[in-house]
């Protein structure tokens, strides 16, 4: 016999899960004696929230279970936001939440709550997870666990959810008796897609300016190494979205960008230039897209490969070839025509010259993100030469956690330089102050504890500020760049752009504070920096690097340095708003220029 508890950890152990992240409480109290008792090692983050992110984020490194363990009640509702991320990620999620005895759930009852801190957290968490289930017969912990199991890391992944009362935790049970979960075939891991292949094969055959728009799907199908052997033998210019940023080095041939409403221009003009637009495993959000659908690849037919057919047929525009598959199925039959590609086009006599990788090449070189004038810059600091400088001082081994909202992560995306083995990951799809703490630990801990860069907004850094308890407890090698820009500078533009600049909650002048963070850090015994122009910001940077355990960097950026170039909307005459097409960034270009950008 074996108490339930130990055995959901023994099941955890045997998947090969190192780590967990978790705080305690009364509801899951025989959970938190199991899990000191397991071989995993377990993390004691400050706050539920900050649980739920360092397992999403252990969970998009490893793509295995990020694991959460959390109480009743207030514990379960406060790492509903990190699940969200995790959904909307897809990111395989692993959450057990303890729950009051069975006798005292409110069941059919009708009243809002019996047991102490009851809360139904399954009702609330079933539209952000794959799998969700309140355990309620010892007997069946085996299957729930390996269904649970199963959804999260088959099919397209995502967090999954257990709930387990008191009494349940504490029940013996006879492993030998325990049934478990048959897997099903409900994913179509074997997708008929012959047709689809031909059809692009041919569309490849005679395309002058093919593109990859190289999606989370290749990481989430682990197709890296087919997806490298597929672009260099048809030499296949790439751009990669906030998801898949560190796929390519930038000084890879093939690299053309990262386009978007906050891409580099020249990634834009490339995107809008080609011919033949090849979406793999991303789900063309808008910002990749721009808010016109219609304007998207507008030269371009379009073959759109997704294991959801729903990210599909969302899309307004024109799909020529939509193949609802796994990517690295797609890919390994791809490969299998790559010969066939390359003499018909022989043949053909298409792009023999190589113009097209030239002209990709060439059109961002001509519009770079970073330019003399933030180099320039004598007051305070830009973030955009920091970002260069950081780059340029940065190994291959590290790991960079941007943080997912705001100019911080913004202004990251667009002018980090990557190099071959650096890992750069964050949850932009939910877009949510507070995660780059918390993301970092979980990142750092999945990544064997290298060096990890978080760069992080003032503002954004509130939300979480606890957890640099257990980064200091930990000692962890995480470097902590705050950007000082007095506040919420992302909301003081678009109050600028929409809102004539009437601030409301974005500075000190309008509501909103923030206190001395350096002072902060030190009352957690952690080591501070501060740069207050780029000058500065040049000699503290290696200091900064090079010290060991964690360490916080204050920036004074520039208040008003904000994500430039940009898609940005434009209030007309009758107060309405329109989006500009993605070749048409601000700071705006006369029509001609963009219209000689334009590769015919």
Known sequence: MIKLSDYVFKFIEEKGIKHAFMLPGGGAMHLIDSIGKSKIEYICCGHEQAVAIAAESYGQHTNDIGVALVTSGPGATNAITGVTAGWIDSTPMFIISGQAKRSDLIGSSGVRQMGSQEVHVIDMVKSITKYAVQILDPKEIKYHLEKAYYEATTGRMGPVWLDIPLDVQAAMINEEKLIGYKEQNGYK???????????????????????????????????????YKFIDKLQVPVQTTWKTVDLIEENHPLYAGHPGIMGDRG???????????????????????????????????????????????????????????????????????????????????????NKWLIYCKNIREKYPVVTEKHVKQKKCVSAYYFIDELCNRLTSQD??????????????????????????????????????LPYAIGSCLSNGRKRTILINGDGAFQLNIQELETVKRLNLPIKIFIW???????????????????????????????????????????????????????????????????????????PEETVSPRVKSVKLENGSMISKPLEDMWPFLSENEINESIFI
């Open 267 to 353: 990634a834009n003009f490339v995107l809008q230039s080609c011919d033949l637009l090849i979406i793999l495993g991303s789900r063309l959000d808008t910002s990749i897209t721009a808010f016109n659908h219609a304007n998207f690849g507008i030269n371009a037919k379009k073959i759109m490969v997704d294991i959801d057919e729903h990210e599909i047929d969302k899309m307004k525009i024109d799909i020529k070839v939509k193949v609802v598959s796994n990517v690295k199925d797609f890919i390994l039959k791809l490969n299998s025509k790559t010969d066939e590609i390359v003499k018909s086009k022989i043949l053909n006599k298409i792009d023999e010259n």
């Open 189 to 227: 891991c074997n997708f008929n897609i012959e047709t689809e292949v031909k059809e692009v094969v041919e569309l490849f055959k005679y395309s002058r300016k093919p593109l990859i728009l190289a999606g989370n799907g290749i990481k989430l199908s682990n197709a890296e190494q087919e997806f």
């Open 399 to 436: 790991i960079i956690v941007p943080e997912s909202s705001g100019g911080a992560g913004e202004i990251t995306y667009q002018a980090f330089k990557v190099k071959k083995g650096q890992k750069i990951k964050n949850a932009a799809g939910l877009g949510s102050m507070g995660f780059g």
């Open 484 to 558: 000082n820009n007095n506040g919420y500078a992302s909301i003081r533009a678009m109050q600028r752009n929409i809102f004539e600049g009437h601030y409301v909650a974005s500075e000190e002048g309008s509501g909103l504070t923030i206190p001395n963070l350096r002072k902060v850090a030190e009352a957690y015994e952690i080591q501070t920096f501060m740069a207050r122009d780029n000058e500065e910001m040049v000699k503290i940077l290696p200091q900064v690097l090079e010290s060991d355990g964690p360490v916080l960097c204050e920036l004074m950026i520039l």
